[in-house]
């Protein structure tokens, strides 16, 4: 198993490939504290991801908790492929979020959307944020398709690679880039218009 089999998360984490796919192995042995520490290695970022796709902390806090109680229930399933651990979790994640929409067929969004940790976001885009204002960029992203912005999220907020982001969405790296690109060029587009 290579580290970037082991998971992203776990690195920004303080934890290594090594003990994530240890605690990994434990978990689905049924290890309580292997699982505990999964738990607290992931959920912020989890919890930010479904803050971020649902808008809502009511929300988000249900649909967390579904995230690790199917996790408990899965684990034994969970086989390393090409994806970390932690995309494995956002997979389980987004298809909460896509069920959730689906079951309301409505979106609430708070005004307050939480901070995923500074250390989880990339330097440009701190750089861009920074001299674009938070606020105008959120209106700015918000007029973006759902599909381009979990793309963003995902690539930009929570560092995936595009392979990562793919087996999240399950869309192809192809795919990914397309939606990247054509995101990006739509942001840049509406900030020529400012």
């Excluded at 042995?29 to 809502?56: C, K, P, T, W």
């Excluded at 976001?121 to 001299?131: P, V």
């Excluded at 960029?137 to 912005?149: A, F």
């Amino acid at each position: 198993m290579t580290n970037e089999t082991a998971g992203t998360a776990a690195l920004s984490r303080g934890v290594s490939s090594d003990e994530l796919a240890r605690l990994v192995e434990r978990g689905k042995q049924g290890n309580r504290e292997a699982l505990e520490e999964l738990y607290l290695i992931h959920f912020d970022r989890i919890y930010s991801y479904l803050h971020m796709s649902v808008g809502n902390r009511h929300d988000a806090e249900d649909l967390t908790t579904q995230v690790f109680v199917k996790m408990l229930e899965s684990i034994g399933k969970f086989r390393w492929r090409s994806a970390p651990f932690s995309a494995w979790l956002f997979r389980i994640a987004h298809n909460l979020a896509m069920d959730h929409f689906r079951a309301n067929k409505r979106w609430q969004p708070e005004e307050e959307v939480p901070e995923p940790d500074p250390g989880d976001g990339s330097a440009a885009e701190e750089e861009a944020l920074e001299a674009i204002g938070r606020q105008s960029m959120l209106e700015l992203i918000e007029k973006l398709s759902h599909e381009q912005q979990q793309v963003l999220t995902l690539k930009f907020v929570f560092n995936f690679s595009n392979a990562e982001a793919a087996t999240i969405l399950d869309k192809t790296e192809g795919a990914i880039k397309s939606l990247q690109h054509r995101a990006l060029a739509s942001l840049q587009r509406q900030l020529d218009k400012n």
